[in-house]
């Protein structure tokens, strides 16, 4: 089990502006001074507050888990927009939106309410900040989706820590082998699983296995790797972090 986390709620008005100005700290293991904010424009809602908390508690197991016990979260806050009730929280220090490392805000156009941390740099280098939703804060349905709250947290902080890039891809879902065998995009190659279609005539859709396109070599348009829920390999957490079994190499 991970040392106990330290939660701090700090209640501050929320800036627009965006920095590269982060305080996180790395001491013994522990992530210290992670920064959550809140946007002003997301409405008030106390379970966003809790499921933010139980996120964290979720993360820093996984993570310690997932890092073979090399690294935890030690401390976070919580910035609270100055339009919500005034309760027992303490005054903002240093922290501010604009060193926020996460962000609760509204769904982009783009992204609607994936999570997704802000990349523009090359591999190893640190993201700006992590997207999260008020629906995926407060909307369990989404857990069926992306997975638990928890490991997409770490998914995404190694996205911002560390620089790595997902080991999937929408763009190219699967590729030829030097064997012409035809392969999801995944990380292990060894993770087992379907590939499946959904066809639809009229009203009447069904699940289907893939055809292959003729013209690509490939499998059809719209296919997708559908992975088994217990594997007997460890899979990159960079992959799919809802599955049982995860690793994380970076440092």
């Not at 106990?4 to 700090?10: C, E, R």
């Not at 620089?163 to 929408?170: I, N």
């Not at 390999?233 to 599955?243: D, N």
Request: hydrophobic residues 35%; proline residues 6%.
């Amino acid at each position: 089990m991970a040392p106990k986390n330290i939660f701090a709620f700090v209640l501050v008005f929320c800036f627009f502006a965006k920095s590269e100005c982060s305080i996180v700290k790395l001491n013994n293991g522990g992530y210290e001074d992670i920064v959550i904010a809140i946007n002003p424009n997301v409405k008030e809602d106390l379970l966003i507050l809790k499921n933010i908390e139980e996120m964290v508690k979720e993360a820093t197991d996984f993570l310690f888990d997932a890092t073979d016990k090399k690294f935890y979260i030690r401390g976070v806050k919580i910035l609270i927009p100055k339009s919500w009730s005034k309760k027992n929280y303490g005054k903002p220090k240093t922290e501010t939106y604009d060193k926020a490392d996460i962000i609760i805000a509204e769904p982009t156009m783009q992204h609607a309410n994936d999570p997704y941390t802000q990349q523009y740099g090359k591999c190893g280098d640190p993201g700006k900040y992590i997207h999260l939703t008020p629906e995926f804060m407060t909307d369990d349905w989404l857990i069926s989706a992306y997975g638990p709250r928890g490991r997409v947290f770490v998914h995404e902080w190694a996205h911002l820590r560390w620089g790595v890039f997902d080991e999937y891809s929408s763009d190219n879902p699967f590729y030829i082998t030097g064997n012409s065998n035809v392969e999801a995009t995944r990380c292990s190659a060894a993770i087992l699983g379907e590939n499946k279609i959904q066809k639809c005539q009229g009203t009447s859709c069904k699940v289907a296995p893939c055809d292959p396109d003729p013209k690509t070599g490939l499998f059809e348009a719209g296919c997708l790797f559908v992975p088994e829920q217990f594997q007997s390999v460890t899979e990159s957490l960079m992959y799919m972090q809802a599955l049982p079994s995860v690793s994380i190499t970076k440092a």
